[in-house]
Nanobody, 126 residues
Framework: QLRLVESGGGLVQPGASLRLSCASS????????MAWFRQAPGKEREGVSA???????FYTNSVKGRFTISRDNAKNTIDLLMISLKPEDTGVYLC????????????????????WGQGTQVTVTS
């Protein structure tokens, strides 16, 4: 069964760090473009970061230098390490997979991804 399950969210203060993890089943994460999106209340879903099958990584400007996406093929997981968190990073973070294997990717766009997790809440507040 194809499935993505996110974990690692929480309530933290500005400047703190979190590591999100996306556990995948039913396919190999090494064969697909994988990405993290986030959605804040009242806002559109936003692509945060993506990783291609060749290891290339992409980040939206607001998280460059603070977030790092990584893939563990042995564990079949995708992680997102987030440091120096800001209140504007608050939202539900969702893991996603491209529709097709070995798809060429760039900055993550919602329409390119066909399998989604349920999300994990990240709240950054003092």
């Amino acid at each position: 069964q194809l499935r993505l399950v996110e974990s690692g969210g929480g309530l933290v203060q500005p400047g703190a760090s979190l590591r999100l993890s996306c556990a995948s089943s039913g396919f190999d994460v090494g064969n697909y473009g994988m990405a993290w999106f986030r959605q804040a209340p009242g806002k559109e879903r936003e692509g945060v970061s993506a990783i291609g099958t060749d290891g290339s990584t992409f980040y939206t400007n607001s998280v460059k230098g603070r977030f790092t996406i990584s893939r563990d093929n042995a564990k079949n997981t995708i992680d997102l390490l987030m440091i120096s968190l800001k209140p504007e990073d608050t939202g539900v973070y969702l893991c996603a997979r491209t529709y097709n294997p070995h798809a060429r990717i760039g900055l993550p766009r919602t329409n390119d991804y066909g399998l989604w997790g349920q999300g994990t809440q990240v709240t950054v507040t003092s």
